[in-house]
């Protein structure tokens, strides 16, 4: 099965969509800050997204050998998951 995240505006929808089904929140974006929007949750918590965002790119045909944990620990914003992921599938 060929990558389905063609483009970063998918990997955007796939990653804003599975933050917005964890917060159950419909205003997200890339913009949304894990300290100001999201009651800043720890690195901790940051990184154990990797584990919901990593199955989820890997459903979408796509390699996730290059993401990482800790780049989801180090997170600002869910742009920088977005681009995280962006950089490991394209």
Known sequence: MACLLQT????SKLVIGIFTAIFKRSDLTENTSFTTDLGNPDAIT????????KPAVVAEG???GKLSPDAFG?????GDIVDD??????
């Open 62 to 64: 796509c390699s996730a």
């Open 74 to 78: 180090k997170a600002e914003t869910l």
């Open 8 to 11: 970063r505006d998918d990997v």
């Open 85 to 90: 992921v962006w950089h490991c599938v394209s």
């Open 46 to 53: 940051r990184r154990a997204y990797y584990f919901i965002v």
